[in-house]
């Protein structure tokens, strides 16, 4: 039986020992600034990434992954006889699958499977580790292609963040526009649903934000069992910290993740974002 190679891109954002662990092949988004072109998480970290935004004069914009770039991953794990599934960001939210699905054209009759996650974050990061720790489990393509499928209605993100000046701008903004023009110390309240970021609501304070996020969060998962949680956060690693921290108080996890918001995100996010993603149920 031939093994499974699992892809993703850089928005996922797994922990690089987890990455190495699972063998997962990791596509990096594009992030341009000014003249510069950057490959997301390689060329350049979170820290750097932030520290750069507070000073610049010109804002940073965002393309997805290359053909080209999705071609070689593909190339290099079909030459070691790798079977491939490719579980990308929603469509809705970028062109990634539209650059995946080109370089599978030039592999005609190869074993690749290409799937919409419908959702980014950690929301796609286990989404990937459910199909990776079952290709090396042994299953076969099928088998992965099923899972990765079904594992979307297990999955979620909620959001708040302290502006949404950024996904204003990035073209990502979805059903928050009614938010937008609100007072400064309106905290919005977003998730992804069906491949888009949507409004929940709005509360007034950092602190309340958070505490909505968990009820709302428990909401999502509906008591289903077992639970793995991941926050993630745009410059805001104690506020986040404290969430997981809450969030695990809540709910009996099986699986937490400390992430970081990758640069290509957080140009849409902006800093100060937080929240949490989930898998329940599986």
Not at 191 to 216: C, P, W, Y
């Amino acid at each position: 039986m031939k093994k499974v190679a699992v892809v993703t891109d850089s928005t996922s954002y797994i922990p690089d020992e987890i990455v190495k662990q699972y063998a997962i092949s990791v596509a990096p988004q594009i992030l341009i600034w000014g003249e510069e072109t950057f490959e997301d998480g390689v060329d350049i970290l979170p820290s750097a990434f932030y520290t750069r935004l507070k000073t610049a004069k010109i804002m940073p914009s965002t393309s997805q992954v290359t053909p080209g770039k999705f071609h070689k991953i593909f190339g290099a794990l079909l030459e070691q006889d790798y079977h491939v599934l490719a579980l990308l960001l929603s469509e809705k939210l970028s062109g990634t699958i539209a650059s995946a699905v080109q370089a599978c054209d030039e592999f005609p009759g190869a074993p690749i499977e290409i799937v919409d996650s419908y959702t980014t974050a950690m929301a796609l990061g286990f989404q990937v580790l459910t199909v990776a720790r079952a290709a090396q489990e042994g299953a076969n393509l099928e088998e992965c292609k099923k899972l990765a499928e079904g594992a979307r209605q297990h999955t979620g993100v909620v959001f708040a963040v302290d502006t949404l000046e950024f996904l204003h701008r990035g073209g990502r903004i979805g059903g928050a526009s009614r938010f937008l023009g609100t007072a400064l110390n309106i905290k919005p309240i977003l998730e992804v649903v069906n491949g888009h970021v949507e409004a929940i609501e709005r509360v007034r304070t950092r602190q309340k934000s958070m505490e909505r996020l968990l009820d709302i969060l428990q909401e999502r998962i509906a008591g289903r069992q077992p639970v793995r949680l991941a926050t993630l956060h745009a410059q805001a690693p104690e506020d986040a910290k404290t969430l997981l921290e809450m969030a695990k108080l809540r709910f009996s996890t099986v699986e937490h993740i400390f992430s970081e918001v990758s640069p290509v995100v957080g140009t849409h996010a902006g800093p100060g974002t937080v929240g949490l993603a989930f898998m329940a149920g599986m």
